[in-house]
């Protein structure tokens, strides 16, 4: 029977643990690889079926979110409504809501820039040839939608006209803002009383601006009193108006 001597069995004894050491090591780093391979090939199927939104999209995401819950919330629960109700609303935590805004006068006045401007488009509507409306075909399309239920007024969200001029009272900027928007319908709507004048449908001495201006506030009157549901023929009250006005 071959003995092995206390030099070689020390040798034998180190040789065999290192050979079970790198099988070891071996396997543990086939393990990784494997586990790396599977996790890139999965990540790259996940990304092909659902890409994941960029950084800017992401932010822009939360920036619409915060707005939208705004224009939901406000005309209900008034403009001081809460940042942690708005927030929680739209989805998004109250530092979210830094990330974008200063303060409540900023995310107030981007509402309101909002329904502003998409007001103006509602109710300014050009012809196929590109020249304003004629005040009578303008004044016509509004009583159909009013009453159709598809006018602005009863179907956006957004600031009523009190919440308007409450806002316009505690920020000078919001306050610049709304009264750019108003200059901006005069110019407009002095377009449309003009275009009457050529068509020999509204008297011709009158100021077109001045008149421009004079519709304009009529206008904010009856959102006013839309929102107090206060009972008013809005089809006889703008027929009488342009019949004063054509004679």
């Given at each position: 029977m071959m003995r092995l001597n206390f030099l070689e069995f020390d040798y034998f004894y180190f040789a065999y643990g290192f050979v079970c050491?790198?099988?070891i090591h071996i396997r543990s780093r086939m393990s990784i690889s494997l586990n790396i391979r599977y996790n890139v090939i999965s990540a790259n199927r996940n990304s092909d079926?659902?890409?994941?939104?960029?950084?800017a999209e992401a932010k822009q995401a939360s920036r619409e979110a915060?707005?939208?819950?705004?224009?939901?919330?406000?005309?209900?629960?008034?403009?001081?409504?809460s940042l942690d109700e708005l927030c929680a609303h739209a989805g998004y935590t109250r530092g979210a809501f830094y990330v974008h805004f200063k303060n409540r006068d900023e995310l107030t006045l981007e509402v309101m820039t909002?329904?502003?401007?998409?007001?103006?488009?509602?109710?300014?509507?050009?012809?196929?040839?590109?020249e304003a409306e004629d005040l009578f075909t303008m004044v016509q399309r509004?009583?159909?939608e009013m009453v159709s239920g598809t006018y602005p007024i009863t179907q956006e969200a957004g600031l009523r006209p009190h919440q308007l001029l409450e806002a316009c009272a505690r920020s000078e900027s919001i306050k610049q803002r709304y009264l750019e928007l108003v200059t901006d319908s005069i110019r407009r709507l002095t377009a449309n009383v003009e275009q009457s004048q050529e068509k020999q449908q509204l008297n011709q001495t009158i100021d077109p601006e001045q008149v421009a201006s004079?519709?304009?506030?009529l206008a904010i009157g009856v959102h006013t009193m839309y929102d107090l549901n206060y009972p008013i023929d809005f089809a006889k009250g703008?027929?009488?108006?342009?019949?004063?006005?054509?004679k």
């Amino acid at each position: 029977m071959m003995r092995l001597n206390f030099l070689e069995f020390d040798y034998f004894y180190f040789a065999y643990g290192f050979v079970c050491k790198s099988f070891i090591h071996i396997r543990s780093r086939m393990s990784i690889s494997l586990n790396i391979r599977y996790n890139v090939i999965s990540a790259n199927r996940n990304s092909d079926i659902m890409p994941k939104p960029s950084r800017a999209e992401a932010k822009q995401a939360s920036r619409e979110a915060l707005i939208k819950s705004a224009m939901e919330l406000m005309p209900e629960k008034g403009i001081d409504v809460s940042l942690d109700e708005l927030c929680a609303h739209a989805g998004y935590t109250r530092g979210a809501f830094y990330v974008h805004f200063k303060n409540r006068d900023e995310l107030t006045l981007e509402v309101m820039t909002i329904n502003g401007e998409n007001w103006l488009n509602s109710i300014f509507k050009p012809r196929p040839d590109g020249e304003a409306e004629d005040l009578f075909t303008m004044v016509q399309r509004f009583l159909t939608e009013m009453v159709s239920g598809t006018y602005p007024i009863t179907q956006e969200a957004g600031l009523r006209p009190h919440q308007l001029l409450e806002a316009c009272a505690r920020s000078e900027s919001i306050k610049q803002r709304y009264l750019e928007l108003v200059t901006d319908s005069i110019r407009r709507l002095t377009a449309n009383v003009e275009q009457s004048q050529e068509k020999q449908q509204l008297n011709q001495t009158i100021d077109p601006e001045q008149v421009a201006s004079l519709l304009l506030a009529l206008a904010i009157g009856v959102h006013t009193m839309y929102d107090l549901n206060y009972p008013i023929d809005f089809a006889k009250g703008s027929m009488a108006l342009l019949q004063l006005l054509a004679k």
